[in-house]
């Protein structure tokens, strides 16, 4: 099943020389985690065999893509469909029968809607596995996960690049805990064979952008200081308003919004209601910035730390979080808030 050409032999032997003595011995966490990069790596392919069949080229071709862009996403797609090689191999050669695909709602609708889902999914990807890490046992294990990483990230930094978005708004990348990750794909998640086993994860309570503050882009606004609400009933926020579906946006409101910045304010609707007092907590690069939020509801809102950059997740917390993030203090979460980076500041004397 595996393809030897683009999965180095080193890296098989690796695998299988950690089975299975050393796994019965410390390792069923790295079983866990094998599944729980399977299932990610499930949604992924999934998710680019079904876009890839959705869409023509000429579709891409209509909403501003090249036939380079759409042959470009033909290489991801493969890159997800070798990732699940590659961890259905590990778990079999260590006993353990590989979790099958789920059923699965991606609620894109047009060629820019999906490609702002990609970027979205591929970031979580690449933070879920670098929040991983830590909890992989056995050295070959890590080299892969990595490995996978690396390539995700690069996906990520594509689309972004697609959306006009920077590629890379953050000197480094968010690392997030798995319940956290789980919480994000189970919303994508219909319904899973009931043979696959389950994953040691309850997911947190929803917690969504709703009507995030944004200034219009000029020309499209007349006066670039008018403020418009962008009504979102996703839990992610960002870009331009084509980059969304219809549904998503007011369609009584015309012009682009930016996404956040340092210093905007930014509301979030949480699934019940939130107990006055309550954090928000922003999860970004490698930082915890906690804020007191103005909660009305189920509604709180904030303003954006300064340091906040790029893909973030917020969290609606019982505690000031600032540092680290306990899951025990999580009222909702996580939502995702795309934060613009301010201009680069470069000290050229050490040049
Ligand atoms: C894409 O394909 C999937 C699977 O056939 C389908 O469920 C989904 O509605 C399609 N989405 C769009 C936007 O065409
Ligand atoms: C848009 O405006 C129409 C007419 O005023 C109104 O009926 C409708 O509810 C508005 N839509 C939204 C989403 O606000
Ligand atoms: C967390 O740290 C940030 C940055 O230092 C600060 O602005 C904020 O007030 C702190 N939050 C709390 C609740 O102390």
Known sequence: MLSKSFVSAAILAGLASAAPTELSKRAAIDITVLQFALTLEHLENVFYKQALQNFTLQDFEHAGYSADYYNDLHYIAYDEQTHVQILQGALTANGVTPNLPCSYNFPYTDVKSFITLSSVLEDVGTSAYLGAAPLITIPAYLTVAGSILATEARH?????????????????????DPTSVYTLAAMFITSCPSSNMALPFTPFKTLTT??????????????PSQVIKAKRNWPWSGGKEGNWPSGSWNPNQSGS??????GSTVSFK???SIASGSFVTFVNGL??????????????????????????????TSKNENGTLSAADVEYGPAILEVNPPAPAIDYSEA
């Open 287 to 316: 930082s915890v910035l906690s804020v007191s939020g103005t909660v009305n509801g189920m509604d709180i809102s904030a303003a954006v730390p300064a340091g906040i950059m790029g893909q973030t997740y917020v969290f609606i």
């Open 270 to 272: 949480a699934a019940g």
């Open 257 to 262: 919004c930016k996404p956040a910045s340092a």
């Open 210 to 223: 709703d009507g995030m503050s944004c200034t219009c882009e000029e020309p499209e606004c007349g006066n």
């Open 156 to 176: 990520t930094a594509f689309q972004r690049t697609a959306l006009s978005e920077v590629p890379m708004p953050n000197p480094l990348q968010t690392s997030l």
